[in-house]
């Protein structure tokens, strides 16, 4: 007879950092946004609009780090991270990236872009939890502006979950949906599972943008096969002059 593990608990944070800047560009802020993501003690962050490189921020900023910024935001504090390139361009690229408390055993890329100029894709991480017989599986999603797109999207992030992640493995999908609409809470509890954590608590999703004065509800935790889970609030700042977007986080028990 198998022994169940015991309960564990973490905590997740996800936000697009906007590449490092503030809205409309005006100022590089990724060190201070380094110390906001700090003060959180998010076990596991999934950050969308990462820069991986860029040859002619480097030159203009002097504070620009050389590292990828992932590994900035890292440091010490996230001995584990995993980056998935999506959009690419002559002076470097940006993608999603995860940074894990936790051993991250695998990690892949899936890019989800339909057409044109938008480049999205869906970052899949395998975590060792301590303590825990099966892994820990997440999914950073950064999808379309277009409607359109998005709906195609959903339909590929169900697939990857039904074909790569365990029926009894605990899942977390964060990130950017861009979903305005609010069409993917029942297409994906629909065909996945998944449900999302400040629906679940409060009757709807969280509104994050823009960061400042939030009116549309962009980004969203989802989550399947979890014992519980419930949302943590933030403060309006220092998050509202950090990003375009506002952060969400959450408290997961297994």
């Known amino acids: 007879m198998s022994v169940p593990s015991p309960a564990f608990s973490f905590k997740v944070m996800t936000v697009n950092i906007h590449k490092g800047f503030t809205f409309f560009n005006r100022k590089f802020i990724l060190h201070e946004l380094r110390d906001a993501v700090r003060t959180l003690g998010a076990d596991i962050v999934f950050l969308q609009e990462v820069m991986g ?22 440091d010490t504090i996230w001995p584990q991270f ?3 390139r999506n959009a690419v361009y002559p002076h470097g690229h940006h993608g999603n990236a995860l940074m894990s408390k ?19 894709g ?38 990857m979950v039904r074909s790569e992640v365990p029926d009894n493995a605990p899942l977390v999908v964060a990130g950017d949906f861009n979903d305005w609409r609010k069409n993917a809470h029942n297409i994906l509890q629909i065909n996945c599972g998944l449900h999302e954590v400040f629906v679940q608590a409060h009757g709807r999703a969280a509104k994050t943008f823009p960061a400042r004065f939030p009116v549309l509800s962009l980004d969203r935790i989802y989550v399947r096969n979890a014992a519980a889970f419930s949302p943590i609030v933030l403060p309006r700042r220092p998050w509202s002059h950090l990003s375009d977007h506002a952060p969400l986080a959450a408290q997961i028990q297994l």
């Open 53 to 74: 490189t860029h040859a002619r921020h480097a030159e203009k900023f002097k504070d620009y780090p050389e590292a990828p910024h992932y590994e900035f935001l890292a």
């Open 82 to 84: 995993a980056y998935g």
């Open 102 to 120: 936790f051993p991250i055993s695998h990690y892949q890329n899936r890019d989800v872009s339909i057409s044109g100029p938008e480049k999205r």
């Open 122 to 159: 869906l970052l899949h991480c395998v975590i060792k939890v301590p303590g825990q017989a099966v892994d820990l599986h997440a999914i950073c999603v950064h999808l379309s502006l277009s409607e359109g797109h998005r709906l195609k999207q959903y339909k590929l992030l169900a697939n």
